[in-house]
């Protein structure tokens, strides 16, 4: 059992580490290909928070959340393989922080060409998160080992 259970948290945090890397490696001087791809996705979403709540949303710069999301998926997947619940907290918090930018289904109406593949990857992004929610409750739900005490050997008289 406990093999099998490293090997499963290995390939499910293998998604997030290969996804790090493959951003580490392309991220250069602005933030590589996904920094490009987030901008005006993001400016979208401070725009849209920005009207409904009528709370400005400081600037940032695009290339600190590329890099923020490589340490999360980075870190949070290495940490992950061994069990951590900090890496699973890591995980998640990118995944909650992620998906709703990335996959922007409320731009997107239902007659739009990629409606349907924002559809199937953003339900991809809910069974991850269900799958990091899932391994929280069951490391909280597990009692700690304690160590056996020893009875007390009876003395003879």
Do not use: C
Not at 12 to 34: K, L, R
Not at 53 to 67: D, M, Q, S, W, Y
Not at 87 to 115: K, M, R, T
């Amino acid at each position: 059992m406990g093999f099998t259970s490293f090997a499963g948290r290995v390939l499910f945090a293998s998604v997030f580490i290969i996804s790090a890397w493959q951003q580490f490696n392309e991220f250069g001087v602005d933030g590589g290909p996904s920094a490009k791809a987030l901008k005006p996705k993001f400016h979208v979403v401070t725009n849209h928070v920005s009207s409904k709540f009528g709370v400005e949303v400081p600037e940032i710069e695009i290339k600190h959340l590329v890099a923020a999301a490589i340490a999360f998926k980075g870190i949070g997947g290495i940490l992950f393989s061994f069990g951590s619940s900090l890496g699973a907290y890591l995980l998640l918090l990118h995944q909650v922080a992620a998906s709703p930018i990335v996959y922007d289904l409320y731009n997107n109406g239902i007659d739009e060409d990629d409606f349907v593949e924002y559809v199937l990857k953003y339900s991809q992004s809910l069974a991850v998160l269900g799958a990091l929610l899932f391994f929280l409750g069951m490391k909280n739900s597990i009692p700690k080992r304690q160590a056996k005490k020893k009875a007390p050997k009876t003395k003879t008289v």
